[in-house]
């Protein structure tokens, strides 16, 4: 096993583990947000306990669907597959959740401004995504037209 055998378990490995955390943090999360809500309203602000378990919780689908599609993404390379029009189509969905991610930080946003940078994480990465996607895209065609020359 090589070191880029390795590094692709372990990273498969992680997004296992990234499932497991969203599920804690989905039964943690009422819990979670109802202590930071008290210390919130302790320091004299208004509740934001509702808005931002709804925020959470919109969050949610968009993480799991992106983590699939990770999940998919390394098993294609895994198999030694790297450059096929699926990864293309995988990264699109992937900055699509992480541009879903910005719509619903926008949100929470309006309570508590802080929340901007987590909205502009996300907006930068699915920008860097789209990047990437771009040169899968590309790469495709580049092997799909060596695959017919002779």
Do not use: H, W
């Given at each position: ?20 955390l ?5 039964v ?35 993480a ?12 294609n ?10 990864n ?37 990465m699915?920008?860097?995504?789209r ?16 695959d017919?020359?002779?």
């Open positions: 096993m090589n070191g880029k055998d390795k590094s692709v378990i372990l990273t498969s490995v992680l997004v296992k583990v990234v499932y497991g969203i599920a804690v943090c989905c943690a999360a009422p819990f979670l947000v109802k202590r930071y809500d008290g210390l919130v309203v302790a320091s004299g602000q208004e509740s934001v306990y509702l808005p931002l378990l709804i925020t959470l919780y919109c969050a949610v689908p968009f799991v669907v992106a983590l699939v599609c990770l999940d998919k993404l390394l098993a390379i895994r198999k030694e597959q790297p450059f096929i029009t699926q293309v189509t995988l990264l699109r969905i992937i900055s699509y959740c992480c541009f879903g991610e910005v719509l619903v930080f926008a949100y929470i946003t309006i309570l508590k401004p802080f929340a901007a940078v987590v909205m502009i994480a996300c907006a930068f699915g920008l860097i995504l990047v990437v996607k771009n040169v899968f895209e590309q790469a495709v065609q580049i092997r799909e037209e060596n017919f020359t002779i």
